[in-house]
């Protein structure tokens, strides 16, 4: 049984996911404030973290970055904060997904079902031998690592399969709506943001000049494309 843990200092919020989850047939535990829903994050396993932005004690985002550097389990942000630059901060450090509030628990189950979905194909179809060597830039499918000229790069869960999937799509043009689509594996109405946001953040990883990219490339008004 999948392990969830709802971390949300609104407690009838919190409830309405938790009921409307073990429904669904998860195992389901909450956090009312940030603190403790850091400490628990840290110290348990669980397959996917609900995540309010903001909380007392540790915020959102802390939790968040705290959560990335330490594996790649899935996170869904939730926050009744509608500014573009809380949602791309937050996919910016490694958020799966941004949920505004109010929304349907019908949809919140949808989305936690098809990131446990994607992130267990994922693993499940790593081999040993699944290495992607494109000049000085090698990705290690199986262990989920990344290499730059011999230097090994940090990557989030999401701008990691974001990169193994345009590197496997060799000089084949994808349109943002396309990525969000294959990686995140949902509509992308709303959710382009996403998209620019992890380019940006793997060209700074990879790239030696940013504005002058040897890997992917920018094909404007249409989308993205992986030289080789």
Known sequence: MKKILIIEDEESIA???KDYLELSGFQVEIANDGDKGLEMAMSGNYDLYILDL??????????????????????????????????IRGLGLGADDYITKPFSPSEMVARVKAHLARYDRLISSSTASDIIQIRGLRIDKSARR???????????????????????NPNRVFTKEE??????????????????????????KIELDTTRPQYIETIWGVGYRFKV
Not at 64 to 69: D, L, Q, S, T, V
Not at 189 to 200: E, M, N, P, R, S
């Open 146 to 168: 990344v290499w730059v000229n011999g230097e090994e790069k940090s990557f989030t869960s999401k701008e990691f399969d974001v990169l193994t999937f345009l590197a496997q």
């Open 15 to 17: 409830d309405l996911e």
């Open 179 to 204: 990525l969000f689509n294959k990686i995140w594996a949902m509509e992308s109405v709303g959710q382009i943001a996403t998209v620019t946001v992890h380019i940006k953040k793997i060209r700074e």
């Open 54 to 87: 903001m909380l007392p004690g540790a915020d959102g985002f802390e939790i968040c970055r705290a959560i990335r550097e330490a594996r790649n389990t899935p996170v869904i942000m939730v926050s009744a904060k509608k500014d573009d630059i809380d949602k």
